[in-house]
Each structure stands twice: as structure tokens, then as C-alpha cells.
């Protein structure tokens, strides 16, 4: 059995929903995960941050024009008069359940089922369409086997165990659709595998059914090798590594969600990134295998703060770097880059929602300065391993550019470079005229 998830752009209308069914309908077996229509998920939101502030005539407002919306895409959707009405009775369904927090805001509401409804919109609409056109498909409910533990972390043994019970239980279907993004914590409550998450259900259905393939489906024919919106003439990556694919998904290429690649590389199942508007396309082949002696691709990280750390004691010093990494761990913060000198340390996180209390830990044992508005610019292929001549390419097409900080090494598929954010789009274009 494959597993294809359909992001929210790919179900976003009537029209694409149908598009996304003859997607599907291969004649094989096939899993198929749901994003959200688009948009959803953001108004879903913007409705909780109104059930906060406890202004119900916001919320409501939101809720109708999100209602409307979804009445005309299954009126759309359907065309027997038996299904536009099973199609309104789900919307209906849902939206009463919204608004019951809205209309009564001394109801305790939680954010996190209210952002449960987009999905769990998008596959009803789908099934109901799947079976109107006659398919045996059924719906299997996210909420009965995704699931994470105390640290948020997905309980693989859970979902593995459950997730093959209902399946043996239902035997014999053409489609199964379920939700992407949604599951339940260790307290059985309803949550989320954080926003974009739908690409990680994929990823985690596929490792605990030990699929043939997870595919991707968007709406761009595969990982592109630079970042297009600053790049002209940028080009799908055929064939990654998983390693590759990782450092591409964290270091900014947008289109696969970073923690998707894991739970495949484990389990060594080849993750097909599609186009929905370009079916035949090739794409991108994330699998297990490495090619050799070559750049992949190029990708920015935006929002990164670079954080430099000069203490005299760290000449000659042990235990300094674990005073540092303690300081950022107790804030929950993750170190991206680092590199080090004999005065002194600098890293760069991404989350400066804890800069300030860092900060002021850190100056107990360090003079320290910040930059902000800094990009890692990640290039990303088989290099250090047979490395002759790429870190002079990469560093000549950079000559123009101020470069903060420079990590080589790390891993034999990547180096990374920290520069100012004014001086990101030239650097992209110069690394691809120079590399590619
Ligand atoms: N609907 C969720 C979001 O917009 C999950 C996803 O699309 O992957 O973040
Ligand atoms: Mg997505």
C-alpha cells in the first residue's frame, strides 16, 4: 500500500478535490492523508484568538464566512441532491460544534479541537465524494490511532499497533482517507502535530505500515534546487538523499515539512514529492540512496539570530561549552549553527522567543553580543567526502558577500554560511550561477 497526502492548496476547491480523487483512484490500494482546504486552518486560528479574547461577535464572524465558503464548495463537490444534502448535514455538523464555543463563551474552549474541524472537514467532503462516484473507500479517524507522548513526541508503538488493527479490521477497501495534521496526547485529548504537520502523519503512517512509498503531492513538481522566489531558472532535484532531503526541509526549502524525513529514513521507505498540476512530472525521489560528488541544492533560512559568546576563561578551559549549551537547554531553545575560536563561541537559533532571558544567563560568564535579521544559506550535497574544489567554488561565488559565520564539516552533506538578510537574494543567485 502507498500513502499519498494531499496538502491544503491540492484540496483547496471543489474542483481540486475531484482533481485529487482521480489522483487516487490508480487502481491500487491506496492511504491518503488531508491537509485542510487552505486557508482553513489559519481562519481556525484567527476564530480561537477570538474565543481567547472573548469577543464571540469576532468569532462568529469568522465562523460565517468560513461556513459560507464551505456550503458553496459542497454544493460544488456533489452532484446528486442525496449528497449535497449528506455534504451540508457534515458541515453543519461541524459548524455547529464552532460556534457552540462561540455562542456560549463560559464553555472551557480549547484551541486545539477547534483547529481539528479543518481536517476533519476535508476528509468527510472527500469520502462522501469518493463513495458518491461509487469507490469502496472509508474513513479512518486520525483521533483513533495518532498519537504523542509527554513530550510531544509521536507514540510510534501506539500507532503502529492501532493503526494496523483498524486496517486488519477493514480489509478489502480501494481508498482509506484519514487526516493529516490531528491526533491525540497522552491525555487523550485532541491535539496537533504542530502547523504543516500533515506532511509528518504521512511520514508516520507510512513507517507504521511499512508502506512501498509516501508521496508528497503540492503544487510544485519537487524540490527545486534554489530557492525560486529569488532564483530564475531553478530546477527539481530528481533523486535526494534522505540525509540531503532533511537538511534541505530544516534549512528552508518549504515544501516538506523537516520532520517528515525521520520516521522514513528509518524504516527506509522512499518519500515521492508530486505536483498535482503536473501529475507525470518526475518530481523529487527522497530514498536511501546517495549521489556522489555533487551539490543538490541551495536554501535559506530566514529569522536567525546569531548569538557571540567571548569569555577569557574559555582559553585553555573545559566545561565552557556545556555551560553555554545548559543556558539555551534550559530555555527549550535548539542551537542551529556553531563555531568555535579560542575567546570565544558563536551559535544561531531560530526561536528568540527566549533571547532576552539567555542573554542575561550567559553574561554571568561571557561578554555577549546579538545580531538579529541573519540567514543561513545551507548547500547542500555529497562534498566533504570528495571535497576537492567545492569549498573554493562556494567561497568565490560568495566574494561580494559579508560572511557572519561558516559551518563545514558537520556532516559530509552540507555547509552552511551565516550572512545578513539584505545580502540573501545575491548570495542564492550566486552560489546557483557559480554551482549549478
Ligand atoms: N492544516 C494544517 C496547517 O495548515 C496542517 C497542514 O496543512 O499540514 O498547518
Ligand atoms: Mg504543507
Given at each position: 500500500?502507498?500513502?499519498l497526502k494531499f496538502g491544503g492548496t491540492s484540496v483547496g476547491s471543489a474542483e481540486r478535490m475531484k482533481n485529487v480523487?482521480?489522483?487516487?483512484?490508480?487502481?491500487?490500494?491506496?492511504?491518503?492523508?488531508?491537509?485542510?482546504?487552505?486557508?482553513?486552518?489559519?481562519?481556525?486560528?484567527?476564530?480561537?484568538?477570538?474565543?481567547?479574547?472573548?469577543?464571540?461577535?469576532?468569532?462568529?464572524?469568522?465562523?460565517?464566512?468560513?461556513?459560507?465558503?464551505?456550503?458553496?464548495?459542497?454544493?460544488?463537490?456533489?452532484?446528486?441532491?442525496?449528497?449535497?444534502?449528506?455534504?451540508?448535514?457534515?458541515?453543519?455538523?461541524?459548524?455547529?460544534?464552532?460556534?457552540?464555543?462561540?455562542?456560549?463563551?463560559?464553555?472551557?474552549?480549547?484551541?486545539?479541537?477547534?483547529?481539528?474541524?479543518?481536517?476533519?472537514?476535508?476528509?468527510?467532503?472527500?469520502?462522501?465524494?469518493?463513495?458518491?462516484?461509487?469507490v469502496k473507500s472509508i474513513l479512518l479517524p486520525a483521533l483513533d490511532y495518532m498519537r504523542i507522548d509527554k513530550n510531544?513526541?509521536?507514540?510510534?508503538?501506539?500507532?503502529?499497533?492501532?493503526?494496523?488493527?483498524?486496517?486488519?479490521?477493514?480489509?478489502?477497501?480501494?481508498?482509506?482517507?484519514?487526516?493529516?495534521?490531528?491526533?491525540?496526547?497522552?491525555?487523550?485529548?485532541?491535539?496537533?502535530?504542530?502547523?504543516?504537520?500533515?506532511?509528518?502523519?504521512?511520514?508516520?503512517?507510512?513507517?507504521?505500515?511499512?508502506?512501498?512509498?509516501?508521496?508528497?503531492?503540492?503544487?510544485?513538481?519537487?524540490?527545486?534546487?534554489?530557492?525560486?522566489?529569488?532564483?530564475?531558472?531553478?530546477?527539481?532535484?530528481?533523486?535526494?538523499?534522505?540525509?540531503?532531503?532533511?537538511?534541505?526541509?530544516?534549512?528552508?526549502?518549504?515544501?516538506?515539512?523537516?520532520?517528515?524525513?525521520?520516521?522514513?529514513?528509518?524504516?527506509?521507505?522512499?518519500?515521492?514529492?508530486?505536483?498535482?498540476?503536473?501529475?507525470?512530472?518526475?518530481?523529487?525521489?527522497?530514498?536511501?540512496?546517495?549521489?556522489?560528488?555533487?551539490?543538490?541544492?541551495?536554501?535559506?533560512?530566514?529569522?536567525?539570530?546569531?548569538?557571540?559568546?567571548?569569555?577569557?576563561?574559555?582559553?585553555?578551559?573545559?566545561?565552557?561549552?556545556?555551560?553555554?549549551?545548559?543556558?539555551?537547554?534550559?530555555?527549550?531553545?535548539?542551537?542551529?549553527?556553531?563555531?568555535?575560536?579560542?575567546?570565544?563561541?558563536?551559535?544561531?537559533?531560530?526561536?528568540?522567543?527566549?533571547?532576552?532571558?539567555?542573554?542575561?544567563?550567559?553574561?554571568?560568564?561571557?561578554?555577549?553580543?546579538?545580531?538579529?535579521?541573519?540567514?543561513?544559506?545551507?548547500?547542500?550535497?555529497?562534498?566533504?567526502?570528495?571535497?576537492?574544489?567545492?569549498?573554493?567554488?562556494?567561497?568565490?561565488?560568495?566574494?561580494?558577500?559579508?560572511?557572519?559565520?561558516?559551518?563545514?564539516?558537520?556532516?559530509?552533506?552540507?555547509?552552511?554560511?551565516?550572512?545578513?538578510?539584505?545580502?540573501?537574494?545575491?548570495?542564492?543567485?550566486?552560489?546557483?550561477?557559480?554551482?549549478?
Open positions: 500500500m502507498k500513502v480523487a482521480k489522483l487516487v483512484l490508480n487502481g491500487e490500494q491506496n492511504l491518503v492523508v488531508l491537509s485542510a482546504m487552505s486557508g482553513t486552518t489559519n481562519s481556525l486560528v484567527e476564530i480561537s484568538n477570538y474565543l481567547y479574547k472573548k469577543n464571540s461577535d469576532g468569532a462568529n464572524d469568522v465562523i460565517s464566512k468560513l461556513e459560507i465558503k464551505y456550503a458553496n464548495e459542497v454544493n460544488d463537490l456533489y452532484s446528486s441532491d442525496e449528497y449535497k444534502q449528506k455534504g451540508m448535514e457534515l458541515i453543519r455538523e461541524r459548524f455547529n460544534y464552532i460556534k457552540s464555543f462561540a455562542n456560549n463563551i463560559f464553555t472551557v474552549f480549547e484551541e486545539k479541537i477547534i483547529l481539528a474541524q479543518g481536517e476533519l472537514i476535508s476528509t468527510g467532503m472527500f469520502n462522501l465524494y469518493l463513495q458518491e462516484q461509487g510531544n513526541e509521536p507514540d510510534t508503538a501506539f500507532i503502529r499497533e492501532n493503526l494496523n488493527a483498524i486496517l486488519d479490521k477493514n480489509k478489502g477497501y480501494e481508498i482509506y482517507v484519514t487526516q493529516g495534521y490531528i491526533c491525540r496526547n497522552a491525555f487523550g485529548e485532541v491535539d496537533n502535530l504542530q502547523r504543516g504537520g500533515s506532511d509528518y502523519t504521512a511520514s508516520l503512517i507510512g513507517a507504521a505500515i511499512l508502506a512501498d512509498e509516501i508521496q508528497i503531492w503540492t503544487d510544485i513538481d519537487g524540490m527545486h534546487n534554489n530557492d525560486p522566489r529569488f532564483v530564475e531558472g531553478t530546477k527539481p532535484v530528481h533523486d535526494l538523499s534522505f540525509d540531503e532531503a532533511a537538511e534541505l526541509a530544516y534549512f528552508g526549502a518549504k515544501i516538506l515539512h523537516p520532520t517528515c524525513v525521520l520516521p522514513a529514513k528509518v524504516n527506509n521507505i522512499p518519500v515521492r514529492i508530486l505536483n498535482t498540476m503536473e501529475p507525470t512530472a518526475y518530481g523529487t525521489l527522497i530514498s536511501g540512496k546517495q549521489c556522489s560528488n555533487r551539490v543538490a541544492a541551495i536554501a535559506a533560512k530566514d529569522n536567525i539570530t546569531a548569538i557571540k559568546i567571548k569569555s577569557g576563561r574559555m582559553l585553555l578551559a573545559y566545561g565552557f561549552l556545556r555551560k553555554v549549551f545548559e543556558i539555551f537547554e534550559s530555555y527549550k531553545t535548539p542551537i542551529d549553527m556553531i563555531t568555535t575560536s579560542e575567546v570565544g563561541v558563536s551559535v544561531t537559533i531560530d526561536n528568540s522567543r527566549h533571547l532576552y532571558d539567555i542573554v542575561e544567563d550567559l553574561k554571568k560568564y561571557a561578554t555577549v553580543e546579538v545580531d538579529e535579521n541573519q540567514v543561513i544559506i545551507c548547500i547542500v550535497g555529497d562534498f566533504v567526502a570528495s571535497s576537492k574544489g567545492y569549498a573554493s567554488q562556494i567561497f568565490d561565488a560568495l566574494k561580494e558577500v559579508p560572511i557572519r559565520m561558516i559551518s563545514y564539516g558537520g556532516s559530509s552533506h552540507n555547509v552552511s554560511v551565516l550572512i545578513n538578510a539584505e545580502d540573501k537574494a545575491n548570495a542564492l543567485k550566486a552560489l546557483s550561477a557559480k554551482l549549478f
